[in-house]
């Protein structure tokens, strides 16, 4: 069964670092998103991604966060000057185009900002 | 304002009893409805969805989960529980098909003895 991957499964930075997490959604999915989860707390929506443009942004997206579809297959979440609070897991997920799709996630990448 | 409720944080089940989890949404329509479990440390897998039709549906790992739009409510249930079933569940909404998944808080399942 196509799963969404997630690489790298952990990455531990340095405040002010950039960081890249990458995603491999479904092949023949158009859709894509970026959550979060801080420890112990709900899952919140970053951004959604179609037709290589952000569909929608949540007010966590600020300007240090930004997505890109550099290739046929890889969706990434760069944030360019990590915070101590943007230590978190953070979760690909991709959908399709029928009517009732629904989004299936990827493992996560647990990021830690020291 | 558009919500998703799980007014229980934790519930603690024996293993072979029942379990309902609640879940109630505050939206202007009926949206797509989710439950989605979470192991320790892991991703999120979808347990089961509806989108229109038959009230009552049916999921992965023995789940079913119950529409009531005049209580605005998807309730999920298991009739036998497994200690392999402790871990958190989400209920998710959206309101169209490519829309944000909206989370509620969680509901974090423990199986005793």
Redesign the interface.
């Known amino acids: 069964e196509p799963e969404v991957t997630q690489t790298p499964s952990h990455q531990v930075t340095q405040m002010g670092q950039e960081v890249i997490l990458r995603c491999v959604p479904i092949s023949n999915h158009l859709?894509f998103?970026w959550?979060r989860q801080i420890l112990g707390?709900?899952?919140?929506?970053l951004v959604?991604f179609?037709n290589n443009e952000i569909?929608?942004k949540?007010e966590i997206f600020d300007d240090q966060f930004s997505v890109e579809r550099p290739d046929g297959s890889n969706f990434t979440l760069k944030i360019r000057s990590t915070k101590l609070e943007d230590s978190a897991m953070y979760?690909c997920?991709s959908?399709g185009t029928?009517?009732?799709?629904?989004?299936?996630?990827?493992?996560?990448t647990?990021l830690l900002v020291l | 304002a558009q919500s998703v409720t799980q007014p229980d944080i934790h519930i603690t089940v024996s293993e072979g009893a029942s379990l309902e989890l609640r879940c109630n949404y505050s939206y202007g329509a009926t949206p797509y409805l989710f439950w989605y479990v979470q192991s320790p440390g892991q991703g999120l897998q979808l347990l089961l969805k509806y989108f229109s039709g038959d009230t009552l549906v049916q999921g992965i790992k023995g789940f079913e989960a119950e529409f009531k739009r005049s209580q605005s409510s998807f309730n999920l249930r298991k009739p036998s529980v497994h200690w392999s079933d402790a871990a958190e569940y989400f209920c998710a909404v959206v309101l169209t098909g490519f829309q944000k998944l909206v989370f509620g808080t969680g509901t974090r399942l423990l199986v005793s003895p």
């Open positions: 859709y998103y959550y707390q709900k899952v919140e929506f959604s179609y569909s929608e949540s979760f997920a959908i029928g009517a009732q799709e629904t989004q299936y996630f990827g493992p996560g647990r």
